[in-house]
T-cell receptor
Framework: NAGVTQTPKFQVLKTGQSMTLQCAQD?????MYWYRQDPGMGLRLIYY???????DKGEVPNGYNVSRLNKREFSLRLESAAPSQTSVYFC?????????FGSGTQLSVL | QQPVQSPQAVILREGEDAVINCSSS?????VHWYRQKHGEAPVFLMI?????EQKGHEKISASFNEKKQQSSLYLTASQLSYSGTYFC???????????FGKGTSLLVTP
């Protein structure tokens, strides 16, 4: 069982470039989440999807868009990357009370 | 809004006890605790629900004071494997769109 798979693991972008972070889970979970983790800031919720077809903003949604493509996949898009978006991004899915996290994507925006 | 964790960092000798606190300015439905080891994804430890009981996990237990919107994580007779960063996540409803604190770094030394 792969669990929650994130791609890519590492990415370097130039300011203004766009990219999509991919997340897929094979546990048939309804809810999925995107968090960013910055040193000293903990995990901050960007967007979440309570079920297929729905998405909601979290604490720090500005500069991001999401797509819940189907029950398995939840992608995060940066339309015009900024240095402030340099971070580690974690995708998670939920079963009952537990969040299962992917291994993260380390993104650097130069 | 992020819950506030204290202390920011703790250094223990193996076998010593520690308490990590988490507080929120808003009414809470649930408090969740996660541990993250360096370079890895956060892993679920436990959840405390409003009106629920104190729940334990081996030598790690936690409490939830609903009136004060506070939770504490108790690590008893710490082991080297307890080292990592501990995050509390708070939920204001049953949707589990958690807001995490900034984390408490715990180092257990021999």
């Amino acid at each position: 069982n792969a669990g929650v798979t994130q791609t890519p693991k590492f990415q370097v972008l130039k300011t203004g470039q766009s990219m999509t972070l991919q997340c897929a889970q094979d546990m048939n979970h309804n809810s999925m989440y995107w968090y960013r983790q910055d040193p000293g800031m903990g995990l901050r919720l960007i967007y979440y999807s309570a079920s297929e077809g729905t998405t909601d903003k979290g604490e720090v949604p500005n500069g991001y868009n999401v797509s819940r493509l189907n029950k398995r996949e939840f992608s995060l898009r940066l339309e015009s990357a900024a240095p402030s978006q340099t971070s580690v991004y974690f995708c998670a899915s939920r079963l009952q009370e537990k969040l299962f996290f992917g291994s993260g994507t380390q993104l650097s925006v130069l | 809004q992020q819950p506030v964790q204290s202390p920011q960092a703790v250094i223990l000798r193996e076998g010593e006890d520690a308490v990590i606190n988490c507080s929120s300015s808003k009414a809470l439905y649930s408090v969740h605790w996660y541990r993250q080891k360096h370079g890895e994804a956060p892993v679920f430890l436990m959840i405390l629900l409003k009106g629920g009981e104190q729940k334990g996990h081996e030598k790690i237990s936690a409490s939830f004071n609903e009136k004060k919107q506070q939770s504490s994580l108790y690590l008893t007779a710490s082991q080297l494997s307890y080292s990592g960063t501990y995050f509390c996540g708070t939920g204001r409803n049953s949707g589990y769109a958690l807001n995490f604190g900034k984390g408490t770094s715990l180092l257990v030394t021999p």
